[in-house]
């Protein structure tokens, strides 16, 4: 399953790590949520960097407390229909100010992408090949977007607004 | 009218782009048909049992002319020759081959019409009273918070894959058109004590296998928090809607298994931690979107032309005056339904020559202006009193001049077994045959209004429990059969009906509801009390005792 991240296909320095496995002493490293939650101290404390996979029916709230300690957050779309993730990303992205890596995992297909952007992911385990390697001309698919999300982009509304404005402005 | 502007033109040409990119995958086989169905879904494709069909939005129900003309186009052009409006203000093309769908839609985005989110588990086509802007009374426009509305939840980066579908509704009358309570959220645009205009907000309100009516979540919303609010709500269900049964993943059942109190607050939570957010809307925001709705320029006319006076002698344009035309908010002029259920014909259809000759009608008498109803009817609304005579000439050469609005064969009805993959019986041939058994004007004059909603299944999309008398297919033993409620209302009192009894056979439907107008006829208290409110006063038994007697 190829990782786009920073907009094109790249290797994963994050291990994903059963909940019966050993952990390793150091190097990045991806867990369930219920194997952090048990010990996110001794996680956290580790060398490495630490990543967490959060479920989509948790409340994000429990993870707020290291939000500033984690690397990843990566939320899971069980299907591509199920879009619980998406009001997960925009919380942790605009409520709490999570600034790490999240990361969009499960049923991620191309349909997808603009609104992960928008919602505030910058990582996607991406299912197809295909689109993976698509991803850049997606990404693109729109210019005009209605609605103001934590990605900055400027809304139709203020957009009027401006180009109201530069017209008033003018000569 | 809302005027697109260049901004509009480029998403929705964006969105025509994505969706030929869709398609061109699936017919490739890059796109499994399961991941194909949500993508098409979103822009309104469904597989029925003969073809796909195609619905297009009409948002709050207002079209130009010149839109109308392009809905012609598609019907000629990609379909059969018809198409079918529908209870949400949509039309449906019911012929559509999947590899002409995406230069369907990018001819109708050259007149800023779209499919996008006419289908699918997000928010629907916005509907609103099909009268705005025009019916005496009404606090203001309620359009140009459905216009911010219609932007707000298009392409919504988080609410795209709900639970289940989302429907809104918005009225700013007193009188509910646009069938409030029976949306998934219901915006009632009114005063508060202090003068300020805002929102009462219903929630949960929805029709389907479970029926409920919506309930009041905060009686007052200012206007510049209306997105904020919204958002709250589709964020606490879009996390807590459930997803294991489709059947209870409406918001409906969400509000039902909280309570409104806990879903209350829940809402009031999120909304107080969000509300002062890039969503909040300043008095600019709100203006600009007014500023791109145009009115007509009204004249100064007469209550009581010439023209008026002289076409009086006239029954059968006193007739189609007195059943289909209705007060506008500027004296001499008038709102105008045109029925779409001609006596025989499936209800809410329009033939290509029809919406053509329509949209004509409409340039000459109606500032090129037109408007779809939840009752499957179309209105002008805009048209000067001294027209009428002549609007209803044309009207009825074109076989559009029924005058049976509101009556009992004014039918709701949905497509039902004739096309639906999801019906149990048919809804069409039921209503056609109503349409004959009270075809005689003065006989449906006399019963009054009365709504008969039809249908072909448990999902509802024919209204069946709102409707003064409801009629649902089911199938039993592999044969159709029809269960009646009565008592049923979509308005400001609304209710859901009660079920008569055991259902019928198909052959039986109409002899019932002949049975029930008849029993009524016998039973009113006087000339003027509607059908639904002799069921009111005196409760269903006297009714079920009258069609089950010999039955």
Not at chain 1, 119 to 132: I, R, T, Y
Request: include cysteine; proline fraction near 5%.
């Amino acid at each position: 399953m190829p990782l786009v991240k920073g907009g094109k296909i790249a290797a994963d320095a994050f291990v994903h790590v059963a909940d019966d496995a050993d952990l390793p002493g150091d190097g990045a490293l991806l867990v369930s949520a219920a194997r952090f939650l048990e010990d996110p101290e001794a996680l956290l404390g580790r060398a490495g960097k630490t990543g967490v996979i959060w479920p989509n029916n948790r409340d994000v709230d429990d993870l707020v407390p290291y939000l500033d300690r984690l690397a990843v957050v990566a939320l899971v779309f069980p299907t591509f229909r199920d879009g619980r993730a998406y009001s997960q990303a925009r919380l942790l992205r605009e409520r709490h100010g999570f600034k790490g890596e999240l990361r969009a995992t499960g049923q991620v297909l191309r349909d997808q992408f603009v609104f992960m952007l928008r919602a505030g992911f910058d990582s996607f385990e991406v299912k197809k090949e295909s689109d993976a390697e698509a991803f850049a001309a997606t990404a693109k698919r729109y210019s005009v977007f209605y609605q103001p999300t934590g990605d900055g982009r400027i809304t139709a509304l203020h957009r009027r607004m401006q180009l109201r404005h530069s017209e008033s402005a003018g000569p | 009218m809302y005027a697109y502007d260049e901004i509009d033109r480029t998403l929705i040409n964006e969105r025509v782009s994505e969706f030929r990119d869709q398609v061109k995958r699936r017919l490739s086989g890059e796109l499994t048909e399961d991941e194909f169905k949500s993508l098409r879904l979103m822009n309104g494709v469904y597989l029925q049992l003969h073809a796909y069909m195609f619905r297009v939005a009409i948002p709050y129900g207002t079209l130009s002319s010149e839109q109308m003309r392009r809905f012609a186009h598609v019907a000629r052009r990609y379909d059969r020759g018809y198409g079918h409006f529908t209870t949400r203000q949509n039309i449906q093309f019911n012929w559509i081959k999947l590899a002409e769908l995406p230069d369907a839609l990018a001819d109708l985005a050259e007149v800023g019409i779209h499919a996008m989110q006419t289908s699918g588990n997000c928010t629907r086509n916005i509907t609103a009273d099909q009268w705005a802007g025009v019916a005496p009374g009404e606090i203001e426009d309620p359009r140009i918070w459905a216009e911010l509305l219609r932007q707000y939840s298009t392409l919504h980066p988080e609410f795209s894959f709900l639970p289940r579908k989302f429907k809104f509704a918005i009225t700013a009358s007193e009188h509910d058109r646009a069938a409030i309570k029976v949306h998934d959220i219901g915006l009632r645009l009114h005063r508060n004590a202090a003068g300020e205009t805002g929102f009462e907000v219903l929630v949960g309100g929805g029709l389907g296998r479970t029926p409920f009516i919506g309930k009041t979540i905060k009686s007052f919303v200012p206007g510049r928090d209306l997105l904020s609010y919204v958002e709250a709500i589709l964020r606490v269900y879009n996390q807590y809607g459930r997803r294991d049964n489709i059947y209870k993943a409406r918001i409906k059942i969400l509000v039902h298994e909280l309570g409104i109190e806990k879903f209350a607050k829940e809402v009031e939570d999120e909304w107080l931690a969000m509300r002062d957010s890039a969503l909040t809307l300043d008095d600019s925001d709100v203006e600009d979107i007014r500023s791109r709705f145009t009115y007509p320029a009204y004249e100064k006319l007469p209550h009581m032309p010439e023209e008026l006076k002289k076409a009086a002698h006239d029954p059968h344009f006193e007739a189609w005056r007195k059943n289909s035309t209705f007060a506008h908010k500027v004296p001499g002029y008038a709102i105008v339904t045109v029925s779409l259920k001609p006596i025989g014909g499936p209800p809410g259809d329009a033939t290509a020559e029809q919406m053509d000759a329509i949209a004509d009608l409409a340039d000459k008498y109606s500032f090129g202006e037109l408007r779809v109803g939840h009752e499957q009817n179309l209105a002008l609304p805009h048209v000067a009193r001294r027209d009428l005579p002549a609007l209803w000439r044309a009207l009825d050469k074109i076989g559009l001049a029924t005058p049976n609005v509101n009556l009992v064969t004014d039918i709701i009805a949905c497509p039902g077994l004739d096309y639906c993959a999801l019906a149990n019986a048919r809804s069409i041939p039921i209503a056609q045959e109503l349409t004959r058994r009270f075809a005689n004007h003065d006989t449906a004059n006399l019963i009054g209004r009365l709504h008969v909603n039809i249908s072909g299944c448990i999902n509802a999309c024919g209204h069946h429990h709102v409707g003064h008398i409801g009629i649902l297919g089911v199938e039993k033993n592999g044969e159709e059969f029809y269960q009646i409620t009565i008592g049923g209302r979509a308005d400001e009192h609304a209710v859901v009906g009660t079920l008569i009894g055991p259902a019928v056979p198909y052959g039986d439907v109409a002899d019932v509801v002949e049975d029930l107008v008849e029993a009524y006829l016998a039973l009113r208290a006087r000339p003027d009390e509607l059908f639904i409110d002799t069921v009111k006063r005196l409760g269903v038994e006297p009714f079920r005792e009258r069609v089950y007697a010999t039955r």
